[in-house]
């Protein structure tokens, strides 16, 4: 079975700093897009920072300068490091891929969500 595992994410003051990290597990073929989002309180769900596996890099307009998306290949993780932190980025954070693994005699896809966790910048 396929599947994405995050760790990092807490507490941590304004202007701090925080790493979030998220491996795919299984039978991975490729991972061609891994990316971020986040979801704050009352809010809707917003794609935060992706990056291809060639590393092209995209970014959400209020995150630019700050954060840095970066990706190892051969462990197939996806790193987002947060730097610059402010309290409008309390959000739940959750890591996305789009996956093709192999299931038997089967090469399948699977958009993969990670579990989320929280992160809470303090004033």
């Known amino acids: 079975q396929v599947r994405l595992v995050e760790s990092g994410g807490g507490l941590v003051q304004a202007g701090g700093s925080l790493r979030l990290s998220c491996a795919a597990s299984?039978?991975?073929?490729?991972?061609?897009?891994m990316g971020w989002y986040r979801q704050a309180p009352g809010k809707q769900r917003e794609l935060v920072a992706a990056?291809?596996?060639?590393?092209?890099?995209n970014y959400a307009d209020s995150v630019k300068g700050r954060f840095t998306i970066s990706r190892d290949n051969a462990k197939n993780t996806v790193y987002l490091q947060m730097n610059s932190l402010k309290p409008e980025d309390t959000a739940v954070y959750y890591c996305?891929?789009?996956?093709?693994?192999?299931?038997?005699?089967?090469?399948?896809?699977?958009?993969?969500w990670g579990q989320g966790t929280l992160v809470t910048v303090s004033s």
């Open positions: 996305n891929a789009d996956l093709r693994y192999y299931s038997g005699s089967y090469l399948r896809s699977l958009d993969a």
């Open positions: 299984g039978s991975i073929l490729s991972a061609n897009v």
């Open positions: 990056i291809t596996s060639g590393l092209r890099t």
